[in-house]
C-alpha cells in the first residue's frame, strides 16, 4: 500500500498570507494526488487534482507543485473561510490513501 | 449537479451489522466510481472501497476484506455500504463520493451517516 505524509500537521496564519502544505508520497504516484478541503462538521470538499486542475467553484488562489513522490498545496492571499483542514489523497493504485490532514489555523 | 443524499444515523451492537445507503441523481452514475470513505471522530479518512456500478465488480480495502461489501443498485442509482461484524472501533462517520469527469477519486461527497457501535 501506498503510504501519504503530511506536513505540517498543524499551521498558523494570517488573512492574506501565502500558506503552502506539503504531501509525500512512499512511491512514485505520478499525477494522481488530489487535495480535499473539511470543515467541522462537514463533508471532505475536493478541491484541486492532478497537475492542477481546479474543482469546479474552487478559487484560483489554490494551486499545487509537484509530480511522483513530493507535492505541494498552496494557498495564496488567505481568506477568513480557507481556515480548514486539508488532505492529500493518492489515487494512483487501491487502496486510496489519505495524508493525516494539516489544520490551518488563525494566527 | 450531483447530489448524494445519504441514510441516517445508526446504532449498532457490537457483532452486528450495518448498510448504509447513498442515493445518487444529477450525474452519469452508472459509469462514475462511487467510493465509501469513514472517519472516525477527530481522525483522519479512510478510504474503505469504491464499484463502478455500470462494471458490479467493488474494490476493497484489504484492512476491511472479508467485511465490508458494496454494490450498486442500477434501477434506483443507490450504492449501498454493508459493514460486518461491528467492534467500537467502527464508530465513525460513513462517507460516499462519486468520481468526477476522467479524475477517478472522489469529488462529489454526500452529508455522511454517522454509525455508533455501543453496548
Known amino acids: 500500500d501506498i503510504q501519504m505524509t503530511q506536513s505540517p500537521s498543524s499551521v498558523s496564519a494570517s488573512v492574506g498570507d501565502r500558506v503552502t502544505i506539503t504531501c509525500r508520497a512512499s512511491?512514485?504516484?505520478?499525477?494522481?494526488l488530489a487535495w480535499y478541503q473539511q470543515k467541522p462538521g462537514k463533508a471532505p470538499r475536493l478541491l484541486i487534482y492532478?497537475?492542477?486542475t481546479l474543482h469546479s467553484g474552487v478559487p484560483s488562489r489554490f494551486s499545487v507543485t509537484g509530480s511522483g513522490t513530493d507535492f505541494s498545496l498552496i494557498i495564496n492571499s488567505l481568506q477568513p473561510e480557507d481556515f480548514a483542514t486539508y488532505f492529500c489523497?493518492?489515487?494512483?493504485?487501491?487502496?486510496?490513501?489519505f495524508g493525516q490532514g494539516t489544520k490551518l489555523e488563525i494566527k | 449537479q450531483v447530489q448524494l443524499v445519504q441514510s441516517g444515523a445508526e446504532v449498532k451492537k457490537p457483532g452486528s451489522s450495518v448498510k448504509v445507503s447513498c442515493n445518487c441523481s444529477?450525474?452519469?452514475?452508472?459509469?462514475?466510481?462511487v467510493s465509501w470513505v469513514r472517519q472516525t471522530p477527530g481522525q483522519g479518512l479512510e478510504w474503505m472501497g469504491s464499484?463502478?456500478?455500470?462494471?458490479?465488480?467493488?474494490s476493497y480495502a484489504q484492512k476491511l476484506q472479508g467485511r465490508v461489501t458494496i454494490t450498486a443498485d442500477k434501477s434506483t442509482t443507490a450504492v449501498f455500504m454493508e459493514l460486518d461484524s461491528l467492534t467500537f472501533d467502527d464508530t465513525a462517520i460513513y462517507f460516499c463520493?462519486?468520481?468526477?469527469?476522467?479524475?477517478?477519486?472522489?469529488?462529489?461527497w454526500g452529508q455522511g451517516t454517522l454509525v455508533t457501535v455501543s453496548s
Open positions: 463520493a462519486t468520481s468526477g469527469g476522467w479524475w477517478p477519486g472522489p469529488a462529489d
Open positions: 444529477g450525474g452519469s452514475f452508472a459509469n462514475s466510481a
Open positions: 464499484i463502478i456500478p455500470v462494471y458490479g465488480s467493488p
Open positions: 512511491q512514485n504516484i505520478n499525477q494522481w
Open positions: 492532478g497537475a492542477g
Open positions: 489523497q493518492q489515487v494512483n493504485s487501491f487502496p486510496y490513501s
